[in-house]
């Protein structure tokens, strides 16, 4: 959903704030910006979600909490003071190494769904559950990489 959308929509949705820590690439945010949209699809959200670059980081802001964290359960994403438009807020950052993780588990995740989700036929509403990805097992990889 287009983010000026989204805000005119959603009053005091919930934050997840991503900070870059990649090198001074002009492709490094976009390319995480791609990513992260396609985090999202995967993870199946229950509600609308709108993301965003804004300089040095990726704002994704989610009409449900349980979407937020979720999605910054992934990123290793932090509770922290919420600002008053926000209902709840989360920051992390995001490095070349935790970028690969998530791209890697989005790669087998893609490679080992069934064919009828390859084709299209699936929507995120229809699937198990148990065909995302395990958000604990990319935050483990994102958590043994930033050691």
């Given at each position: 959903m287009n983010w000026d959308a989204f805000q005119e929509a959603h009053y005091?949705?919930?934050l997840v704030v991503?900070?870059?820590?990649l090198a001074a690439e002009p492709a490094s945010g976009k390319s995480t910006l791609a990513l992260f949209e396609r985090l999202a699809a995967v993870l199946?959200?229950?509600?609308?979600?709108?993301i965003k670059q804004e300089g040095a980081s990726i704002r994704a802001a989610f009409e449900i909490d349980?979407?937020?964290e979720r999605f910054a359960g992934v990123l290793l994403a932090k509770p922290t003071l919420a600002e008053p438009e926000w209902s709840s807020k989360?920051?992390?950052?995001?490095?070349?190494a935790a970028r690969r993780s998530i791209s890697t588990a989005l790669r087998q995740r893609r490679l080992d769904r069934p064919s009828s989700e390859k084709?299209?036929?699936?929507?995120?509403?229809?699937r198990p559950v148990a065909a995302f990805p395990d958000?604990?097992?990319?935050?483990?990889m994102l958590?043994?990489?930033r050691r």
């Open positions: 005091r949705p919930h991503a900070i870059l820590e199946g959200m229950w509600g609308n979600y709108a349980a979407d937020a989360f920051l992390g950052r995001i490095d070349r084709s299209g036929h699936s929507s995120p509403a229809n958000e604990q097992a990319i935050g483990h958590q043994s990489r």
